[in-house]
Structure formats: structure tokens, C-alpha cells
């Protein structure tokens, strides 16, 4: 409709907004997320417990319900919320046992890098430094939020994984019957065919899902904007 009108330049119509962008759109993915990761390590009744235990300090509305509790989000909750996330967070994560210790580490700065960019660009002013912090943040949290990437994947992508894991399974289940094996070889058996099923989880995942949608494509434009 604009194309072509002088004094016009397209890529700068898509003005990013704070409200829609950060806070009703990746801060509502991100915490989607979180609470997958969380449900998968069995911390998400720790993050709800201390949720609801912060203490009050000036300058943010403590919660009233634990965060599964409410059921419609408005700017201020998330505004309030990119306050105290990280450190709610990283108190349900302490004390990871050894396979978790890599996962919530890359989890909780992922969190942090995000927070920081959200920070930033609340600035009222800025100078080429604060840009700077700005477009390196946003370079940091592409590199590490694949940290998420597998719960990002729909419901119909999950029904399919499902799917294809119960072929897989039921595929197997003759064979495994038949075999007379000691039993070391029978756990070494079972032990490639989970590695086989995951892999080809992993590898639907990442056909069928990724990160490539619009809330996250506009955090590109915010540097852009504010020069």
C-alpha cells in the first residue's frame, strides 16, 4: 500500500513496541519455555514456591498467586515480572545434579542476556555505548536460546513425535522378545534403541520447529529505531 510513495522507505514502517514486542510477545513465548524446562527437571513447584514468596522491596508489585495460578496477563504483570525472573529462576535451579549443571547454566544466561537487552532498551536516552550493549545482547541470546529450542515445538509436532516414537517402539518389541540374551547385551539394546527414538525426536523437532517467527524477528529493529 506504501510502496512506492516518496519520502516512504518500507523497512522502516515496522516500528518495534516495547508493550506487544518484549513484554506481551517474547517475555509470554519465553516464559512458555521456562515452564516446559522447568516441568521436564522437576523444578517448576520450586519455581512456583518462591514465586510466591518474595519478599517486598520497593520498586515492583509482589505476586499474589503462584505463576500457573494466573490465568490472564497484562503489561504491568509482565513488566513486573522481567524484574525478578532471573533471580526466581536461578533459585529453582540451585543444587543441579550433574547431568543438569550445563542446562541450567545455559538456561539461566539465556534468562540474564534477554533481561539485560530488556533493560536496556528502556533507556529514555541513549548514546553509541548503550546501542552497543543493546545489539551485543541480542547477538548473546541467538547464540545461546537454543537452550529452548525443543519447547518450542507445537501440538501437532508433538503428536506426531509421539506418534513415531510408539511405531518405533512397537517395531522393536518383537525382535527384543524373541532374543535370548544375556542380560548386559539386553540393556545395550535398550540403551540404542532410546538413543535411536531421540534422535529422530530431535530430528522432527528441528524440521517441523524453530525460532523464526515475528515478536523475535522485531528485537532486530529496536538499535535501528532508536538511532
Known sequence: MFHGLHGVSA?????????????????KHLMDWIEDFLKKDGRLQAFDHTWKVLP??????????AYREVTQWQGKE??????????VLAVS?????????IPFKHALYCVRI????????????HT?????????????????????????????????????????RLGHQPAQSKRRVALSKRRRHLEEDRDQENDLHMDMIHTEFHFNFDKMH????FSDHIR
Open 11 to 27: 523497512p522502516g514502517l515496522h516500528k518495534p513496541d516495547l508493550l506487544h514486542t518484549v513484554y506481551l510477545g517474547l517475555f
Open 56 to 65: 517486598p522491596y520497593p520498586g515492583f508489585i509482589l505476586p499474589k498467586k
Open 78 to 87: 509482565m513488566r513486573n515480572l522481567g524484574v525478578w525472573l532471573l533471580g
Open 93 to 101: 535451579l540451585c543444587q543441579p545434579d550433574s547431568r543438569q549443571v
Open 114 to 125: 534477554l533481561v539485560d537487552f530488556n533493560m536496556m532498551v528502556q533507556y529514555r536516552s
Open 128 to 168: 553509541p555505548k548503550t546501542i552497543a550493549y543493546m545489539v551485543e545482547y541480542l547477538n548473546r541470546f541467538h547464540k545461546i536460546k537454543d537452550i529452548f529450542w525443543e519447547f518450542r515445538v507445537s501440538k501437532r509436532t508433538r503428536a506426531k513425535v509421539n506418534k513415531q516414537r510408539k511405531e518405533l
Open 218 to 221: 522485531l528485537l532486530s529493529h
